[in-house]
């Protein structure tokens, strides 16, 4: 019989953070780097592999000389780059374009500065991986994929070909030792944890990573591999690189079972990151929205004669693929991290902000237009109607009575007067009907006399609020709300804010009270012991287009009478441990409701939900990295990217939010997870124990939107997605005021449109300058043939791919999408 042929690749896991700051983590990397450069000096026979771009990046900026040498061993062959993102990210919260960004920063500069094509996928880290890595990855050029957390450790099994949502297959292995990636550090049990892979490998040929990085590489174990080779006649242990082992594999690839999904399986995924440091996932999606936002716009204003910012794009890149970072963006590094990081995020989102100012700025200039007004720009390749509110301020030598936007219904929200009854400063919303990423005008109209522009006004003994699409009725006393369809068919049994214990880390949730007790506390719940949610405040309001309800409430640690008290009533309340704000509001024509939580919370220990009680059964969908994922309903959380749906009985409820991904679907019950509080980095299960008292959450205020859509039918008939989605990534209003040169028209433009069921991506300058990338991908998972529609034609349309190397003519056919299929286009001008 055949030996048993062992492939052992030593490797360095780089954390750019994690346990340490960037400080440490820059030391760590030179003190391995040297290492390894001498190894592969003494021993020519020597592998060893890097996994992100950066690392070497950062050895080439402080210490040139040793670069040098990296670079002599690299076009020698003894060092090895697996994966070669720019850093390893997260697969899910920073979402799909961003997650490409990396491999697409990564390999490039790999390439141009080592002659390196990468071709083998190496994500030890991340926690669980999206459906559609295969095609992305495969996409990207990569051949293999080897990757650490997600699977079920299967015997036999740790070898399988795994299929995206489009269908493309890649050849992957899964660490599936109890070391994971660290197995071939421990020369002690060399022999035991050979057996162990043996166990699980599904060929002859056995993956044995050393994964250095919490250590230097132990130089003793080259001995071990020497000694053991000589006395086990069964096996044949080489140091190769893993290129070697999975053509290996690929001989036997008719014997491999076929995986389809996404990994978020066993016992190494970590469903509390998904809510850890929620003020990191909410403000990272709005740094997200902003660089996809600001370069779509000033990749038309370029188009339009304005020079492209890219030094500045690029800047704002590298500090955005700094917090997809999959120990970064979750929340699992120490304090220290985020304290050094936060005003970097700041300056993100600021300078982020002006560049896509600056580009609308330009392209609004270029609207023939005389006068003032609100001019409104859609980031989406979809058409869109959403409500917008506008801020207009206006000096003192204006002599402004009442404001109005033509073609539009619009309202009042905020306004100040001076003492003489002229405005100063304004809030006004109006239903904007915007086409696809393009450009709406809506003309301001001001008047010394009133133009009867209404404002929102109290109603009082009012519980509910509806419009022809849907009805939301609360409970006054409670905070507890229902929600039913225009046709009064119930869907919402209840909408309620709950709590409950966290005694867990920044990487688990853990609850020890909930067989006890149940949860800790909620709306409605009046148990004597719990705390107690307090509505103080009520009101409902109603406006030409919008309706809302409005609760300030507390929560309390303690009240008394706390028994009996359905006879005496509550006579005080003590220790306030929370404050809330909901506002749920709905618009006149839109089948939406959005809700808006505030919330300051100084209770340790909490797990904060939003709860909703459906009233039908149904199953479960979500948004994921350029596609759509059916679930298993079950009791753990699960992260999303925009959106979720459930659906049945000939209807369903898609929800969507603005940086909210961890939420969980248990038989009939969603849970938002709002945020957790711990103070641990880990109970030494799965890192040191730690103190993060950031992430415990207290005294910070938040503010959460999300937003229910009824729908009819299946979430496909309901094109789900573009509500979904304009309500994530909203319309930006931009107040105009002067003319234009009139190269654009008035009225409203699209600069781009897609079919319905294909989603834009990203719209940017190519890499090399000379071009426009676009990258779209098919959402229903349905064929599409189409042609795409840009205001300015190209001399020549080419398909390209991820990492923007290949270039091959379109031949002017028409282009052919399959399900769920990513598709990137290089535009010549």
């Given at each position: 019989?055949?030996?048993?042929k062992?492939f052992f690749?030593p490797?360095?896991?780089?954390?750019?953070?994690w346990?340490f700051?960037?400080?440490?983590y820059?030391?760590?990397?030179?003190?391995?780097?040297?290492?390894?450069?001498?190894?592969?000096?003494?021993?020519?026979e020597?592998?060893?592999?890097?996994?992100d771009?950066y690392?070497?990046?950062?050895?080439?900026r402080?210490?040139?000389?040793?670069?040098?040498?990296?670079?002599k061993?690299?076009?020698?062959?003894?060092?090895?780059?697996?994966?070669?993102?720019?850093?390893?990210?997260d697969?899910?919260?920073?979402?799909?374009?961003?997650?490409?960004?990396?491999?697409?920063?990564g390999?490039?500069?790999?390439?141009?500065?080592?002659?390196?094509n990468?071709?083998?996928?190496?994500?030890?880290d991340s926690f669980?991986?999206?459906?559609q890595?295969?095609?992305?990855?495969r996409?990207?050029?990569?051949k293999?994929l080897a990757?650490?957390?997600?699977?079920?450790?299967k015997p036999?099994?740790s070898?399988?070909?795994w299929?995206?949502?489009?269908?493309?297959?890649?050849?992957?292995?899964?660490?599936s030792?109890?070391?994971?990636?660290?197995?071939?550090?421990?020369?002690?049990?060399?022999?035991?944890?050979?057996?162990?892979?043996?166990?699980?490998?599904?060929?002859?040929?056995?993956?044995?990573?050393?994964?250095v990085?919490?250590?230097?590489?132990?130089?003793w174990?080259?001995?071990v591999?020497?000694?053991?080779n000589?006395?086990n006649?069964?096996?044949?242990?080489?140091?190769?690189p893993?290129?070697?082992?999975?053509?290996?594999?690929?001989?036997?690839?008719?014997?491999l079972?076929t995986?389809?999904?996404?990994?978020y399986?066993?016992?190494r995924?970590?469903?509390?990151?998904?809510?850890?440091?929620?003020?990191?996932?909410?403000?990272?999606?709005?740094a997200?929205?902003?660089?996809?936002?600001?370069?779509k716009?000033?990749t038309i204003?370029?188009?339009?004669g304005?020079?492209?910012?890219?030094e500045?794009?690029a800047?704002?890149?590298?500090?955005?693929?700094?917090l997809?970072?999959?120990?970064v963006i979750?929340?699992?590094?120490?304090?220290?991290?985020?304290?050094?990081?936060?005003e970097?995020?700041?300056?993100?989102?600021?300078?982020l902000?002006?560049?896509?100012?600056?580009?609308?700025?330009?392209?609004?200039?270029?609207?023939?237009?005389?006068?003032?007004?609100?001019?409104v720009?859609?980031?989406?390749?979809?058409?869109?109607?959403?409500y917008v509110?506008?801020?207009?301020?206006?000096?003192?030598?204006?002599r402004?009575r009442?404001?109005?936007?033509?073609?539009?219904?619009?309202?009042?929200v905020?306004?100040?007067?001076?003492g003489?009854g002229w405005?100063?400063?304004v809030?006004?919303?109006?239903l904007?009907e915007v086409?696809?990423?393009?450009?709406?005008?809506?003309?301001l109209?001001?008047s010394?006399?009133?133009?009867?522009?209404?404002?929102?006004?109290?109603?009082?003994?009012?519980?509910?609020?509806?419009?022809?699409?849907?009805?939301?009725?609360?409970?006054?006393?409670?905070?507890?709300?229902?929600?039913?369809?225009?046709?009064?068919?119930?869907?919402?049994?209840?909408f309620?804010?709950?709590?409950e214990?966290?005694?867990?880390s920044?990487?688990?949730?853990?609850?020890?009270?909930m067989q006890?007790?149940?949860?800790?506390?909620?709306?409605?719940?009046?148990?004597?012991?719990?705390?107690?949610?307090?509505?103080?405040?009520?009101?409902a309001?109603?406006?030409?287009?919008?309706?809302r309800?409005?609760?300030?409430e507390?929560?309390?640690?303690?009240?008394?009478?706390y028994?009996?008290?359905?006879?005496?009533?509550?006579?005080?309340?003590?220790?306030?441990?929370?404050?809330?704000?909901k506002?749920?509001?709905?618009?006149?024509?839109l089948?939406?409701?959005?809700?808006?939580?505030?919330?300051?919370?100084?209770?340790?220990?909490?797990?904060?939900?939003?709860?909703?009680?459906?009233?039908?059964?149904?199953?479960?969908?979500?948004?994921t990295?350029?596609?759509?994922?059916?679930?298993?309903?079950?009791a753990?959380d699960?992260?999303?990217?925009?959106?979720?749906?459930?659906?049945?009985?000939?209807?369903?409820?898609a929800?969507?939010?603005?940086?909210?991904?961890?939420?969980?679907?248990?038989?009939?019950r969603?849970?938002?997870?709002?945020?957790?509080?711990?103070?641990?980095?880990?109970?030494?299960?799965k890192?040191?124990i730690?103190?993060?008292r950031?992430?415990?959450e207290?005294?910070?205020?938040y503010?959460?939107?999300?937003?229910l859509?009824?729908?009819?039918g299946?979430?496909?008939?309901?094109?789900?997605?573009?509500?979904?989605?304009?309500?994530?990534?909203?319309?930006i209003?931009?107040?105009?005021?002067g003319g234009g040169?009139?190269?654009?028209?008035?009225?409203?433009?699209?600069?781009?449109?897609?079919?319905?069921?294909?989603?834009?991506?990203?719209?940017?300058?190519?890499?090399?300058?000379?071009g426009?990338?676009?990258?779209?991908?098919?959402?229903?998972g349905?064929?599409?043939t189409?042609?795409?529609?840009?205001f300015r034609k190209?001399?020549q349309?080419?398909?390209?791919?991820?990492?923007?190397?290949?270039a091959?003519?379109?031949g002017?056919?028409?282009?052919?999408?399959?399900?769920?299929k990513?598709?990137t286009?290089?535009?010549?001008?």
């Open positions: 019989m055949a030996k048993w062992v690749f490797h360095f896991h780089y954390d750019v953070v346990k700051d960037r400080k440490d820059s030391y760590i990397n030179l003190r391995l780097l040297r290492q390894v450069i001498a190894l592969c000096s003494l021993f020519p020597f592998k060893f592999g890097f996994e771009a690392q070497l990046m950062e050895v080439e402080e210490n040139p000389q040793l670069f040098e040498r990296l670079e061993a690299v076009r020698a062959g003894c060092i090895r780059v697996v994966d070669g993102q720019y850093l390893m990210a697969s899910y919260l920073p979402g799909g374009e961003v997650f490409v960004r990396e491999i697409l920063y390999k490039r500069y790999l390439k141009e500065r080592l002659g390196l990468v071709l083998v996928g190496w994500i030890t669980g991986l999206n459906a890595i295969p095609q992305i990855y996409d990207a050029g990569y293999w990757f650490g957390r997600g699977a079920e450790r036999g099994r070898e399988f070909w299929r995206g949502l489009d269908g493309t297959t890649i050849l992957t292995h899964y660490f030792s109890n070391h994971s990636y660290h197995v071939g550090l421990f020369a002690e049990y060399f022999k035991e944890n050979l057996e162990e892979l043996k166990h699980y490998a599904a060929t002859r040929n056995i993956l044995m990573p050393c994964g990085g919490s250590c230097p590489f132990p130089e174990i080259l001995k591999i020497d000694d053991f000589r006395s006649p069964d096996y044949e242990v080489e140091i190769a893993p290129e070697e082992f999975f053509k290996a594999v690929e001989k036997e690839g008719d014997k079972e995986v389809e999904g996404e990994m399986e066993g016992e995924i970590f469903e509390g990151v998904w809510s850890t440091r929620m003020w990191l996932k909410l403000e990272g999606f709005k997200r929205n902003l660089i996809l936002n600001a370069e716009f000033a204003a370029w188009l339009l304005k020079p492209y910012p890219r500045r794009l800047e704002a890149w590298r500090k955005m693929l700094f997809a970072f999959h120990d979750t929340g699992t590094s120490i304090d220290e991290v985020y304290e050094d990081f936060r970097d995020l700041e300056e993100l989102k600021a300078g902000a002006e560049t896509l100012r600056e580009a609308l700025t330009h392209i609004s200039s270029q609207i023939s237009l005389e006068g003032e007004a609100v001019i720009f859609n980031p989406n390749a979809f058409p869109v109607r959403q509110e506008e801020e207009l301020e206006f000096d003192r030598a204006e402004v009442d404001v109005a936007v033509e073609d539009a219904p619009c309202e009042v905020e306004e100040e007067r001076d003489e405005l100063r400063r809030k006004i919303g109006f904007a086409p696809p990423l393009g450009y709406r005008v809506y003309k109209s001001k010394q006399l009133s133009l009867k522009t209404e404002g929102r006004r109290k109603i009082s003994g009012k519980n509910s609020i509806g419009n022809s699409l849907v009805r939301v009725e609360a409970d006054p006393h409670t905070g507890i709300c229902r929600i039913l369809d225009g046709e009064g068919r119930e869907l919402v049994k209840s309620l804010l709950e709590l214990n966290e005694v867990g920044v990487y688990t949730h853990r609850d020890i009270s006890l007790i149940g949860v800790v506390g909620a709306e409605g719940d009046t148990s004597p012991n719990k705390p107690r949610f307090h509505v103080e405040e009520f009101t309001e109603e406006g030409p287009i919008s309706k309800l409005k609760f300030k507390k929560v309390y640690g303690c009240y008394w009478p028994r009996l008290r359905e006879h005496y009533g509550v006579e005080f309340y003590r220790q306030e441990l929370m404050d809330v704000e506002e749920i509001t709905i618009f006149e024509g089948p939406l409701i959005d809700f808006k939580i505030k919330l300051k919370n100084r209770f340790p220990h909490v797990r904060v939900r939003a709860r909703f009680d459906l009233a039908f059964e149904g199953k479960y969908l979500s948004s990295a350029f596609g759509v994922v059916e679930r298993e309903k079950q753990k699960f992260p999303m990217e925009e959106w979720i749906d459930y659906e049945g009985e000939g209807r369903g409820l929800l969507s939010t603005r940086g909210i991904p961890g939420h969980q679907v248990l038989e009939n969603v849970y938002l997870t709002l945020l957790r509080s711990v103070d641990l980095l880990s109970h030494g299960d890192g040191p730690t103190p993060v950031d992430a415990l207290l005294g910070r205020e503010e959460f939107r999300f937003a859509i009824p729908h009819e299946g979430w496909r008939e309901a094109k789900i997605w573009r509500e979904a989605l304009s309500f994530a990534n909203p319309p209003p931009l107040r105009w005021r040169r009139g190269s654009l028209p008035y009225g409203r433009f699209s600069f781009l449109s897609l079919p319905e069921n294909v989603l834009l991506s990203c719209l940017k300058q190519s890499e090399d300058g000379e426009v990338v676009l990258r779209c991908y098919e959402t229903a349905e064929p599409v189409f042609h795409p529609s840009l190209p001399r349309l080419l398909l390209s791919n991820i990492t923007e190397e290949k091959e003519e379109a002017g056919k028409p282009i052919k999408l399959g399900p769920f990513i598709l286009l290089l535009l010549k001008f």
